[in-house]
């Protein structure tokens, strides 16, 4: 069993709508949650940074933490073309250099 | 300020050839990691850095070498390149470690190595 899993997708959607990606994960030692927006051929980009259980919200972003289901959400709100890219999961947990990547999932947002 | 730069963007090794990929911050972080990633593949630490003359393996370290001279740069070396090499290179860096609120990692645009 994999550590992270996330669904590869793609995701397709129409512009204006909710988009909803996941991440489940196996080790309670995760306590640093991370979603990271990659375009096309382009590096990583951090775009949120969460610590614990709960919620964190920046503009039409929203990540979610469910430490007792072992699962994390981001939501983009009013979605647009320019949020077409993959977005990876990441986790770590106090202590050591090991953060676990998830695969990513391709998301596509239609004009 | 350029954040991450990476040299070259795209290389074309044969199989028993060496090369070196080439990774500067500007942003006095410490810490630095190189990181491959594969098709359908999360990132795999190749190896990381907590200060210069300071390094260590990640997960996937075997078939690399790296030194850390300054806090600036941090050069990813293969040797004997072998097809299993074949993937996309990222090289980041961070203010501070992994599980620290000060761990927010800053990625170059990567080099994409081909090993024929």
């Known amino acids: 069993q994999k550590e992270v899993e996330q669904d590869p997708g793609p995701l397709s959607v129409p512009e204006g709508a909710i988009v909803s990606l996941n991440c489940t994960y196996s080790?309670?030692?995760?306590?640093?949650f991370m979603w990271y927006r990659q375009y096309s051929r382009k590096g990583p980009e951090l775009l949120m940074y969460?610590?614990?259980?709960g919620n964190k919200e920046d503009g039409r972003f929203t990540a979610q933490v469910d430490k007792s289901s072992k699962y994390i959400s981001l939501f983009i709100r009013d979605s647009q073309p320019s949020d077409s890219a993959t977005y990876l999961c990441?986790?770590?947990?106090?202590?050591?250099?090991?953060?676990?990547f998830g695969a990513g999932t391709r998301l596509f947002v239609k004009a | 300020n350029a954040g991450v730069t990476q040299t070259p963007k795209f290389r074309i090794l044969k199989i028993g050839q060496s090369m070196t990929l080439q990774c500067t911050q500007d942003?006095?972080?410490?810490?630095m990691y190189w990181y491959r990633q594969d098709p359908g593949m999360g990132l795999k630490l190749i190896y990381y850095?907590?200060?210069?003359?300071?390094?260590d393996k990640g997960e996937v370290p075997n078939g690399y070498n790296v030194s850390r001279s300054t806090t600036e740069d941090f050069p990813l070396r293969l040797e004997l390149a072998a097809p299993s090499q074949t993937s996309v290179y990222f090289c980041?860096?961070?203010?501070?470690?992994?599980?620290?609120?000060?761990?927010?990692?800053?990625f170059g645009p990567g080099t994409r190595l081909t090993v024929t």
């Open positions: 980041a860096s961070s203010y501070g470690p992994p599980g620290t609120l000060f761990y927010e990692q800053y």
């Open positions: 080790n309670s030692a995760f306590q640093y």
């Open positions: 969460t610590y614990s259980s």
């Open positions: 990441a986790m770590s947990a106090t202590g050591g250099f090991k953060t676990i």
């Open positions: 942003m006095n972080h410490n810490y």
């Open positions: 850095s907590v200060g210069a003359g300071i390094t």
